[in-house]
């Protein structure tokens, strides 16, 4: 006979792993480290820890009773299922329409753009949107003349477009070309290391990823209220860590 600790206890490993599937597509492709920062999700992930993990196992060790008449007792476990099932879509469809799309180049800086910020209407030819299972994309915007700029900061203050990172018929894919003017643009080591705690910090984060100085750029990143520095890997040009620390770049504009 199934005791109420027994399908408490199934019901909670089934919860588990439904769950664990769930924390793992948030925290490492929809948010992988250090994007779980820049835009955080815990009070999503909570809600679906507290009804799933906890408050689900909790409610069918209440209600299992071996005594109760089948139909009844299929009854109420079915709606503790139902109020898991919506937590869990709530969850998903939260944590992803608000996850950050793209890492936005653009100037001398980074922009972590969320998915519910930008215009997807129209994007190039070359760039396609990271699909449910892709990591976060870093894309790169052209440098425009300063009259271009000019313009398009005119019309932006006039609302007829949107800020310029958030334009994705501008995003490029980075190519050779790209990614050699980035590495001119980054920052230098005396920018990042303006005092003692600064150079450590900054030594720390070189030796925990074991790299040198000059495997890496760095660059100011701005994401929601965050402003820090984003180290991105020269090689894969993914991002990979970010220093608590915020230095403005040089601009031409």
């Known amino acids: 006979m199934i005791t109420r600790f027994k399908m408490a206890g199934l019901h909670l490993l089934g919860s588990s792993l439904v769950v664990g599937l769930f924390m793992c597509m948030v925290y490492f492709i929809w948010y992988p480290y250090p ?26 060790f209440v209600v299992f ?70 990591l976060p994309k870093l894309v790169y915007i052209n440098r425009f003349s300063a009259e271009e700029y000019k313009l398009i900061l005119k019309k932006q203050m006039q609302g007829k477009v949107l800020g310029i990172v958030l334009q994705t018929h501008l995003y490029r894919n980075v ?50 209220p965050y402003n820090r520095v984003v180290v991105i890997d020269k090689k894969t040009m993914t991002v990979i860590d970010f220093l608590d620390v915020y230095v403005k770049n040089s601009t031409e504009y």
Do not use: C
Request: without cysteine.
């Open 175 to 224: 190519n050779d070309a790209a990614k050699k003017d980035m590495i001119s643009r980054g920052l230098s080591e005396k920018q990042l290391t303006f005092s003692e705690d600064k150079k450590q910090n900054l030594a720390e984060l070189l030796n925990k990823h074991k790299y040198q100085f000059d495997e890496v750029i760095f660059y100011p990143v701005s994401a929601g």
């Open 35 to 60: 994007y779980y920062i820049f835009h955080s999700v815990t009070s999503a992930t909570k809600l679906v820890v507290s009804v799933d993990l906890i408050l689900g196992p909790l409610l069918t």
């Open 65 to 134: 009773n071996t005594a109760k008449p089948l139909k009844e007792l299929k009854r109420d476990l079915s709606i503790i299922i139902l109020v898991q099932m919506l937590a869990l879509a709530w969850g998903i469809y939260i944590t992803h329409s608000v996850r950050p799309m793209f890492a936005v180049y653009f100037n001398g800086e980074v922009h972590s753009i969320t998915k519910v910020s930008i215009d997807e209407s129209g994007y190039d030819a070359s760039v396609k949107e990271p699909s449910v299972f892709q």
